[in-house]
């Protein structure tokens, strides 16, 4: 070997560990080129080429001025947890919007917001690239993270915005319901009232009949005052005598009605309507009967001795 070949070796050698560098470079700058992504800041990586050679100012390659800068690059570990925190956070995006798409069917209802649809494809493929970090290269896991956070957050605000509306249709909903469901009890207490007054009408028209006036006196005199068909018939000559059990009978001395109240606006005590109802009539006659005489046939008795009771 000659003395000049042994003075060219180290020379050759730096080249090459050169080379070797700027190659390694370049594939990684290649590879993050054809993912499509923005590289965030590279990770700090020992010099490869410090300890072969000094390599002249002015011919600094590119891939060297970035490696000139690593001395500000995130850590491995920091790398890695951002990518974690990004691929839970992906994660919990495509559980919610799943989330409120089924709320949404279960609902059943239309929403304001109009189309209900969330793509989600751009964020499952994030995820899946995340998941798949321990076969790439570190270097691209800043990228795929950033990439990751966007797809999330456009997804959330997707769901968001989703949630609200199905929340104004449910309350709405919920508003619409409650108003039916007064409007029904409004109507059903209307038929009900409108019931109620119809049988009073029937059975103020059977009771300010005779034979009604006699039915009604019977069984309340038995249900109240435990007279029998004994007292009742004492009770029917004796009103019979007084008014025929017309409820609209009137003396001249100014007694009215069935019992002949004297004045008639005695029976206000029963009721208001005392001038109109024979029912009226009926509870207030018992009742001054049984204080004044205690039983209808001691009233009768009274009457057919004095014509007056």
């Known amino acids: 070997m000659l003395r000049s070949d042994l ?14 560098a700027m190659t390694c470079a370049g594939l990684a700058l ?5 993912t499509g ?4 800041a590279p990770l700090s990586m020992p010099d490869a080429s410090a300890s072969a050679f000094s390599a002249p100012a002015a011919t600094t390659a590119p891939a060297a001025m970035s490696v000139a ?3 500000s690059t995130p850590t491995l570990q920091a790398v890695t947890q951002t990518a974690d925190s990004a691929t839970t956070d992906a994660q919990s995006a495509l559980a919610g919007a799943s989330a409120v798409q089924a709320d949404i069917a279960t609902a059943g209802l239309p929403l304001a917001v109009g189309d209900t649809s969330i793509d989600t494809a751009a964020l499952s493929d ?4 995340l998941s798949a970090s321990d076969l790439l290269p570190t270097v691209l896991l800043p990228a795929l993270s950033q990439n990751a956070e966007v797809e999330t957050q456009r997804v959330n605000d997707r ?13 709405a909903k919920a508003a619409a319901d409650a108003a039916a469901e007064a409007q029904r009890q409004a109507e059903a207490a209307a ?3 409108a019931q109620r007054e119809a049988e009073a009408a029937a059975a103020l028209a059977r009771v300010n009949t005779p034979d009604g006036a006699k039915a009604f006196a019977a069984q309340l005199a038995a249900d109240q005052y435990g007279w029998g068909d004994d007292q009742f018939s004492c009770l029917s000559s004796l009103w019979t005598k007084e008014s025929g059990w017309n409820y609209q009978a ?3 001395s100014g007694a009215t009605g069935i019992p002949q109240s004297l004045p008639g606006d005695k029976m206000a005590s029963f009721g208001s309507d005392w001038a109109t109802n024979a029912a009226t009539q009926i509870k207030w006659g018992l009742d001054y009967i049984s204080r004044g005489y205690g039983t209808p046939c001691a009233a009768w008795g009274h009457s057919q001795a004095t014509n007056w009771y």
Do not use: I
């Open 30 to 34: 290649g590879m993050v080129a054809t």
């Open 126 to 129: 994030a995820v899946e690239r």
């Open 191 to 193: 038929a009900a009232e």
């Open 250 to 252: 009137y003396n001249p």
């Open 69 to 71: 800068t690593l001395g």
């Open 7 to 20: 003075k060219l070796l180290p020379v050759h050698r730096a080249r090459r560990t050169l080379t070797t």
């Open 159 to 171: 769901v968001a915005t989703l949630r609200s509306s199905l929340n104004d249709a449910v309350a």
């Open 37 to 40: 992504l923005a590289v965030a």
